[in-house]
């Protein structure tokens, strides 16, 4: 059983991680479509980096937040031993 410190300290974790993440979600979404006009100045493999950033590059990135966050947030219940079996 948890503390009241450690239960604390543990949603204190857990919180900042979300906010990370969801900065960077956001980032990602809308801060590529807000520039998306200086982007598409630039082409790789005959698409315009706007499109590519819209169609493949975010759900990458996506993928990649949904990995790092599952990942820390193993670490985050180990370190206080409330992970799961």
């Known amino acids: ?7 604390q300290s543990y949603w204190r974790e857990n919180r900042n991680l979300m906010y990370l993440v969801l900065v960077i979600w956001a980032l990602v979404s809308y801060g590529a479509a807000l520039i998306a ?13 706007g499109y590519y950033m819209g169609s493949q590059g975010s759900l990458i990135v996506f993928i990649l937040l949904l990995v790092f966050y599952a990942k820390s947030m193993n670490e985050i219940d180990k370190k206080y031993g409330v992970e799961e079996e």
């Open 1 to 7: 059983m948890l503390s009241k410190e450690q239960l």
């Open 37 to 49: 006009g200086w982007l598409n100045k630039i082409v790789i493999f005959g698409f315009p980096l």
